[in-house]
């Protein structure tokens, strides 16, 4: 017996594992050096080979559900009522988590039954596939974002109102996997209290209540605000599978949350915030989707903000007045542009096209070339009517009013100042819209205001098919070159020139020119019966 026994421990030591021998009453007859060390280094308050412990009556005393499970499984396998047992089980310790897998065998030694049990660290093993299964959910939950923009698209697209975008927005992201809830809603500037517009999902998981009694993720959403930019953060809180002394699975840990500017052009019009429970959510390819959806979301509310605002018969007409929009000392000789078009350019700038007199071309160019946001050219024209481009590197009013759906019937700049006639649809709040320009044209009154009413209404419908055909470079050759007089006889400006003022060839001009005219005939003309 003393052979076999030295035989035995010798073979138990040179393995890298800890591992002890029970006789058939669960009594530790003989440990190996792995066992020792592994007590020695973790303060067991035990002999280190613990050899003479009844390892069953330790697991009675410890009450975990591992423990107990450790003792059936041991129990019958010592009894013959199985051949193998094992079980994997969390051991963490202060400063690490760790993992075991508990192995035990039957041997038989003078004729009567004992146990090898052997555990196993697997804690690189736990975690590749906790790794392995985070890469996993994030994968899935990039891909049904994904899935989610997509349906978002092609729903936004098919609703009249704000309102019934941003619900549909809502309804598919809180209805995608990896995601709790979304809610949109719009900060208040003054108070920077966030009023929700629409939400779905479930929220109970997310709900906390801070010292200032707000939801979870408002400094975030603020964050969001003032950046308009994308912000996340992630809220942690202490969890007892992560306790040394604990017997629980690990879960996760973390709330996190999203916060989106929906935005289109200059104009912020909410934040969507999605909420998950998701360990390491919001991905850097995440994060990019989500951005790209706020500006799906933005361009579709700013269309359907302008379709309501030209459908209605019933509109608020203003006038307003920006002061010195254009800087200036006291102008020698009066002046006056009456702008006829707006059109975006290539770098987020913007060419107002406008007619003034030859008798005051000299006056303008006085007040707009010393400044370095501007720039005119004389285009065509003499006598009573000179066209002029005003190439603007800063922000345009008239976009930033159409971006909420707000028409801009005309606008006049006289002596520096801009005077402007808007139309707002009949719900809307003047006092919002003139704060909406104040901050980023401070100096801007209200003149007047009056409901009126509108006899017809250009036809929607048949002027959004025509130019949704157009590639935006189509669409801006062809406005440029409406706004420049190209079009007019005598025409007020060359396609050469034109082109030069684009940045673009003159034969590429021509080309954007002559297929976005032949979109436009066939939109126009195509639909048309053969006439008798």
């Keep these: 017996m003393s052979n076999r026994m030295q035989l035995l421990g010798e073979s138990l030591d040179a393995l890298p594992v800890n591992v002890s021998v029970l006789d058939p009453e669960g009594m530790i007859l003989q440990t190996n050096q792995s066992w020792q060390e592994f007590g020695e280094q973790n303060g067991i308050r035990m002999r280190p080979d613990t050899a003479g412990v009844n390892y069953l009556n330790v697991c009675d005393r410890s009450k975990t559900e591992t423990a107990t499970a450790a003792r059936r499984g041991l129990t019958e396998l010592l009894a013959g009522e199985r051949q193998q047992f094992q079980l994997e089980y969390p051991c963490h310790s202060p400063v690490e988590q760790r993992w075991f897998l508990l192995v035990a065998v ?52 098919s609703q009249s109102t704000r309102s019934e975008i941003e619900q549909a927005v809502c309804d598919q992201l809180a209805g995608a996997n990896g995601y709790d809830c979304a809610r949109i809603g719009e900060v208040d500037g003054r108070t920077g209290r966030f009023t929700v517009r629409a939400s779905a999902g479930r929220f109970g998981s997310i709900q906390e209540c801070t010292e200032s009694d707000e939801l979870f993720g408002a400094t975030v959403i603020r964050e969001a605000v003032w950046t308009g930019q994308l912000q996340t953060t992630t809220h942690r809180r202490e969890n007892t599978a992560f306790d040394w002394r604990q017997d629980a699975p690990p879960v996760a840990t973390k709330r996190a949350v ?90 987020d700038d913007y060419t107002m096209y406008g007619t003034t007199t030859e008798a005051e071309i000299e006056a303008v160019a006085a007040v707009i070339d010393p ?68 901050e980023v044209f401070p100096n801007t009154e209200l003149l007047a205001r009056r409901q009126i009413h509108v006899d017809s209404q250009v036809d929607m419908e048949i002027q959004e098919s025509a130019v949704a055909e157009l590639t935006n470079r189509q669409r801006t050759v062809l406005q440029t070159a409406y706004a420049a007089g190209y079009f007019q006889w005598p025409r007020d400006a060359t396609g050469a020139e034109i082109a030069e003022s684009l940045g673009i060839a003159p034969p590429t001009f021509h080309q954007h020119l002559r297929v976005g005219q032949q979109k436009l005939m066939d939109t126009i003309f195509g639909e048309l019966p053969v006439a008798v």
């Design 106 to 157: 039957p041997v038989i030694l003078d004729q009567k039954r004992h146990a090898v049990v052997a555990h196993i660290n697997i804690t690189d093993q736990k975690r590749r596939e906790r790794q392995l299964e985070a890469e996993v959910a994030r994968l899935e939950a990039l891909t049904d974002l994904t899935a989610a923009v997509r349906e978002i698209t092609q729903t936004v697209i």
């Design 258 to 347: 999203a916060a989106v500017p929906i935005r289109h052009a200059e104009t912020l019009y909410s934040v969507l915030t999605i909420y998950t429970v998701r360990p390491d959510a919001f991905s850097t390819e995440e994060r990019t989707t989500l951005s790209e959806l706020g500006e799906v979301v933005g361009h579709a509310i700013a269309a359907s903000e302008r379709t309501q605002a030209l459908m209605s018969d019933e509109l608020i007409e203003v006038e307003l007045r920006i002061r010195d929009l254009f800087p200036h000392e006291s102008p020698s000789t009066d002046w006056t542009v009456e702008i006829t078009q707006t059109v975006a350019g290539p770098d």
């Design 371 to 438: 400044l370095d946001v501007a720039a005119v050219t004389v285009i065509g024209g003499s006598g009573e009517s000179v066209r002029i481009a005003l190439r603007l590197s800063q922000q345009c009013v008239i976009p930033l009013l159409a971006s909420h759906g707000w028409s801009t019937e005309t606008a006049v700049l006289s002596n520096g100042d801009c005077y402007l006639t808007v139309h707002l649809p009949s719900g809307d709040n003047v006092r919002e819209m003139v704060e909406t320009v104040c």
